[in-house]
């Protein structure tokens, strides 16, 4: 290599600007076809994540603080991509886009949720206060003190007179505290680029959601709202790729007409 260049300084010093020049326009082309790549994995990306989305069911975990969590996949692409594919929405997906149509007509919607949720009581045995009326032969049942349910229960005809006496029960009150936290987090899933995921935690042990749908708009992708380290010098090069070519364009040139004007 050293030889070779010895004979072009020696022989033919243009041959060295057409050959930065061709090492400027093969760096062009290189950035070109990475940016093409790139675009290209991105949108594949992202019609892998809308499918998961679409097809992601509810899961539930508990966290630290033994909080029942029910997490699911965000559903991330334009209305307008939605309306397109209307036929492989479920009911619920649909009501959750004609939601977002709606808020969309009057403010630009960044993140929306649809969540379903039930207050379930299951094998509750009664451990409050129990009120025995023999006279008007009822007998009422209250709890306050159990911090996940309130409620004052009130049963009539249950003593054995009539013997075939038929009792009813009458709910006086039925009240269930919870206290419901809801986020939107980047699954940590660097393969799938970070998907985003939407996550409802009920303070209430009887509060359990059934199914959650929700939806953000494709322009939050972790890599532009919280980049590390080495993607925030890539969008820096992205965002100053002109500039950047142009001084390196510049020292090659220069460099090399200096050497030649200098030899």
């Known amino acids: 290599m050293k030889k070779f260049l010895e004979f072009l300084a020696e022989k033919n ?11 400027l326009l ?17 949108k594949y990306q992202a019609e892998v994540n809308l499918r998961n989305a679409l097809t992601d069911s509810v899961i539930y975990y508990q966290n630290k603080e033994q909080q029942w969590v029910a997490e699911k996949l965000t559903i991330q692409a334009s209305v307008k991509d939605l309306e397109e594919m209307k036929d492989r929405l479920t009911a619920e997906q649909k009501r959750l886009l004609a939601k977002v149509k709606e808020v969309n007509e009057k403010n630009a919607i960044i993140t929306a949720a649809l969540i379903q949720a039930n207050f379930k009581v299951d094998s509750l045995l009664h451990a409050g206060t129990v009120i025995v009326d023999t006279t008007n032969k009822t007998v009422e049942f209250i709890e306050t003190n159990n911090p996940d349910i309130k409620y004052d229960f009130k049963a009539f005809g249950v003593l054995p007179y009539p013997i075939n006496s038929k009792p009813t029960l009458i709910i006086n009150s039925l009240f269930l505290p919870n206290e419901q936290f809801v986020e939107f987090h980047w699954k940590n899933e660097k393969k799938n680029g970070y998907p985003i995921a939407f996550s409802v935690t009920n303070s209430n042990k009887y509060v359990k959601v059934s199914n959650i749908n929700s939806y953000a708009i494709p322009e939050l992708q972790k890599e532009i709202v919280n980049p590390n380290g080495w993607q925030k010098i890539g969008q820096w090069f992205v965002k100053n790729g002109k500039i950047v070519g142009y001084v390196a364009g510049g020292v090659i040139i220069g460099g090399g007409g200096t050497y030649i004007l200098m030899k």
């Open 13 to 23: 010093r243009w041959a060295i600007v057409l050959i930065l020049i061709l090492l």
């Open 26 to 42: 093969g760096g062009g082309v290189w950035k070109l076809q990475h940016n093409k790549i790139n675009k290209l994995k991105n």
